[in-house]
């Protein structure tokens, strides 16, 4: 219990300096400096920096309340609030999490390890929006002609979480802006019907 405890103490204490000075400024005497232990603690319950950055991930995970968000889209048979649960998930993601989103991204253009993290983000996303695309064919209301790689491709590539992060940055949309802009564009791009729902 206080090894779980302590590692994720560490766990917190990074993620606060990522996105604080980035994950290159930022060292592990730092890190352990801020959860308020010894060095040797930080190797020992986290690992090293890589090792760090890659259990952020599912850190961030939990924190964008995943566990509770994908059961109940999985269990949705309207196709359009399937459609609005694959644009909520990944919105509430940067809503909570978009801090460190943004430090991951800045840093995997020159680290390996965040971009190891960076690239396990964006395949378990895919893989969240194969689930949606798949069953939103199998409910028989996709545009005539669209396949199942059609529809994995629109959900993924929309509502990627660099996506809302640059409608934010770039066109000074707040997260509810986004949220359903990218519903209407996917409701209309994937299903017969072109009246969105929201959730």
């Known amino acids: 219990m206080q090894a779980a405890q302590t590692r994720r103490d560490v766990l917190m204490a990074a993620r606060q300096l990522f996105v604080e000075h980035g ?40 924190e964008a309340g995943l566990s509770e968000a994908v059961p109940a889209a999985l269990a949705e048979s309207d196709p359009r609030r399937l459609i609005a649960w694959s644009v909520r998930i990944p919105y509430r993601f940067v809503e909570r999490c978009g801090d460190y989103l943004t430090a991951l991204i800045s840093a995997a253009a020159v680290e390996e ?78 299903l017969d019907s072109d009246e969105p729902s929201f959730l």
Request: charged share 15%; proline share 3%; net charge neutral.
């Open 23 to 62: 994950y290159a400024s930022t060292s592990m005497q730092q890190i352990a400096d801020q959860a308020g232990v010894a060095l040797q603690t930080v190797y020992s319950s986290a690992g090293a920096k890589p090792a760090i950055v890659m259990a952020l991930v599912d850190l961030i995970d939990e």
């Open 113 to 190: 390890g965040a971009a190891k993290a960076l690239k396990e983000s964006w395949t378990r996303h895919q893989r969240g929006a194969a689930h949606v695309a798949h069953k939103l064919v199998a409910t028989g209301g996709v545009r005539p002609g669209l396949t199942v790689e059609d529809v994995h491709a629109a959900i993924a590539l929309t509502t990627w979480a660099a996506t809302q992060l640059q409608a934010r940055d770039g066109l000074g949309w707040d997260g509810p802006t986004w949220e359903r802009w990218a519903v209407k564009f996917l409701t209309n791009a994937i």
